[in-house]
């Protein structure tokens, strides 16, 4: 297999090629790649141009390097899902894992916006997950979470809904979220969000409206977060 002869550098046509492999399911989550040797030979190009096109996908946390074994395709364990995408920290303080208690879970059809955000047609059925995420046993969060069913079949029927939805979504439905869009804003507190969160009804809040982005670029799932900043904040680190 031979790449084009087009403008664009050589390595970033490896990239491209390799992540189409990711997106179509030629390699699954956890996969051993081939060397980066094989993989030259069959493209026709250098070690160094894979190397350089891995060395991205590595960066953008598609692949994962394990010393002495190789490259593998990234895999979302809850663990490392949560460490990942869970932005909630006390002031200063290190990552915290959230326990999350599913309120309800049930079908309906999307709303304008909703169908906006997610790209959907009209009428499109979604699933709307809500979850209440607490820090050191105080109720910190209030989930509504939005799932196209036509990405998740009949998602609402699993029997366990998993601390890390991005776990499931990999697992089951073959869905790689490798990247988040937030929006913060103040909002006020929806009454009957807010004895859930030991706040008064019409209290200032924050508001975290996140799509979350599958490995092909399309959002796949748009939540709305009310969360309590009293004692934690939502915090991000820029390099």
């Given at each position: 297999?031979?790449?084009?002869?087009?403008?664009?550098?050589?390595?970033?046509?490896?990239?491209?090629?390799?992540t189409t492999r990711l997106i179509e399911g030629y390699w699954k989550p956890s996969d051993a790649l081939p060397s980066e040797m094989?993989?030259?030979?069959?493209?026709?190009?250098?070690?160094?141009?894979?190397?350089?096109a891995l060395n991205k996908m590595v960066a953008e946390q598609l692949l994962e390097r394990h010393q002495?074994?190789?490259?593998?395709?990234?895999?979302?364990?809850?663990?490392?899902?949560?460490?990942?995408?869970?932005?909630?920290?006390?002031?200063?303080?290190?990552?915290?894992?959230?326990?999350?208690?599913?309120?309800?879970?049930?079908?309906?059809?999307?709303?304008?916006?909703?169908?906006?955000?997610?790209?959907?047609?009209?009428?499109?059925?979604?699933?709307?997950?809500?979850?209440?995420?607490?820090?050191?046993?105080?109720?910190?969060?209030?989930?509504?979470?939005?799932?196209?069913?036509?990405?998740?079949?009949?998602?609402?029927?699993?029997?366990?809904?998993?601390?890390?939805?991005?776990?499931?979504?990999?697992?089951?439905?073959?869905i790689s979220i490798m990247s988040v869009r937030d929006e913060l804003r103040v909002a006020i507190v929806p009454k009957k969000y807010a004895k859930h969160l030991g706040l008064a009804a019409g209290s200032p809040i924050l508001m975290v409206e996140r799509a979350s982005i599958n490995i092909d670029g399309r959002v796949v799932e748009w939540s709305q977060a009310y969360s309590n900043t009293e004692n934690f904040v939502y915090s991000v680190d820029l390099t």
């Open positions: 297999m031979t790449l084009s002869t087009s403008f664009q550098p050589l390595y970033k046509q490896v990239y491209e090629l390799l094989a993989l030259a030979d069959e493209l026709g190009v250098s070690q160094g141009t894979v190397r350089k002495g074994k190789g490259t593998y395709v990234a895999e979302h364990s809850q663990e490392s899902s949560l460490f990942r995408f869970f932005r909630w920290r006390e002031p200063k303080g290190e990552s915290l894992i959230p326990e999350t208690k599913v309120l309800s879970s049930s079908r309906r059809t999307a709303t304008q916006n909703e169908q906006t955000q997610l790209s959907l047609p009209a009428k499109s059925q979604v699933v709307e997950l809500i979850r209440l995420r607490s820090l050191k046993g105080k109720a910190v969060i209030f989930e509504k979470i939005i799932q196209p069913l036509s990405i998740f079949p009949d998602i609402d029927k699993e029997p366990d809904t998993p601390n890390s939805l991005y776990t499931l979504y990999q697992e089951k439905f073959g």
